[in-house]
């Protein structure tokens, strides 16, 4: 399964009688343990500023964009236009409009971005994939350039660094009846008891925080979340320093990885890990009516 723009949101969820027995898929999202209730009840607001001119990609730095995937028919036809064959032919397969359209928006937007970076028309990138699925750069020279892209409903975040490998992650913070049914089956000890000790409002953003900083950690270093979730052990409650605090065995130190808190926009949870310790972040959004700066 395709990590870099999951648009089926609305996957069943395991009920609570067959969690026991269930066996994850080694690459999957949030969808797959919750539906989707309506995100975008209230209107998408996203609160990085547009960036108003270029910024060169130094060494040390990470570009964070966000952007919304519901865009206009002329950007939509233009999207379509740069997609591969396989791409076309993977849009096709999507039963929703919404999801088809959003899965053009966001594979469009992520090779007019990267060519941007690369200085190479849109139509020119090729993809190439992990183990797990996830996506890197496969033109030569250009491999040395990370990336990943996330999505949550309307909203999506794509990251660009030469620091080092990396991955981010966003989640609409909403109300889910059984979050201490899945902290308990899924996530590390000492993050269940943190987590009980925790007041309802509390809780809401302290799930997503878990499930993005660790998931954001997962798909920088192309690991199945069946196998990692409960041995990548986070920061989460609200006001304290996003960190790294234990990874599985074999791992790079926790020591050697950034995690980084994101907040594109009210009511999504977001974070993003890269495999470097010195860093730059610089976050902006893309708005549909302005031109994206030269980088």
């Known amino acids: 399964m395709d990590e870099l723009l999951q ?3 609305h996957l069943e969820r395991p009920s609570a009688s067959r ?14 343990f919750v539906a989707h209730p309506a995100i975008g009840a209230q209107p998408l607001e996203i609160s990085w500023s547009p960036a108003t001119e270029g910024k060169p990609l130094e060494s040390n730095d990470i570009h964070v964009w966000a952007f919304r ?3 206009s028919p002329s950007s939509q036809a233009q999207f379509a236009a740069v997609l591969s064959a ?11 409009v919404h999801h088809r359209n959003r899965f053009i928006a966001g594979r469009g937007w992520l090779r007019v971005l990267l060519g941007r970076y690369l200085r190479i028309s849109p139509e020119q990138i090729q ?6 699925g996830k996506p890197a750069l496969g033109n030569q020279p250009h491999r040395g350039l990370h990336f990943n892209l996330a999505h949550s409903d309307m909203i999506a975040l794509a990251a660009v660094t030469w620091a080092g490998p990396l991955g981010v992650d966003v989640e609409g913070v909403r109300e889910l009846a059984d979050m201490d049914e899945l902290v308990e089956r899924f ?3 000492r993050e269940k008891t943190i987590f009980k000790k925790l007041s309802h409002e509390q809780k809401r953003l302290a799930f997503f925080n878990l499930w993005t900083r660790k998931e954001a950690w997962l798909k920088a270093t ?8 409960n041995r990548v052990e986070v920061s989460f409650v609200s006001g304290e320093k996003a960190s790294l605090l234990s990874l599985p065995d074999g791992s790079q130190s926790a020591g050697d990885w950034s995690l980084h808190e994101l907040n594109p926009a009210p009511g999504f949870a977001a974070a993003l890990a890269v495999l470097s310790k010195q860093t730059r ?8 009516n302005l031109l994206l700066p030269e980088v």
């Not at 972040?281 to 549909?288: M, S, T």
């Open 7 to 9: 648009l089926t949101a």
């Open 19 to 32: 969690l026991s027995n269930w066996k994850a898929p080694a690459v999957f999202s949030l969808a797959h």
């Open 69 to 71: 995937l519901d865009v």
């Open 86 to 96: 396989e791409e076309r032919e993977r849009a096709d397969q999507f039963h929703f």
């Open 127 to 132: 993809f190439a994939y992990g183990s797990q």
């Open 187 to 189: 996530f590390c000890a």
């Open 222 to 229: 192309g690991q199945g979340i069946s196998q990692y979730l």
């Open 281 to 288: 972040l610089f976050c902006w959004q893309w708005r549909e």
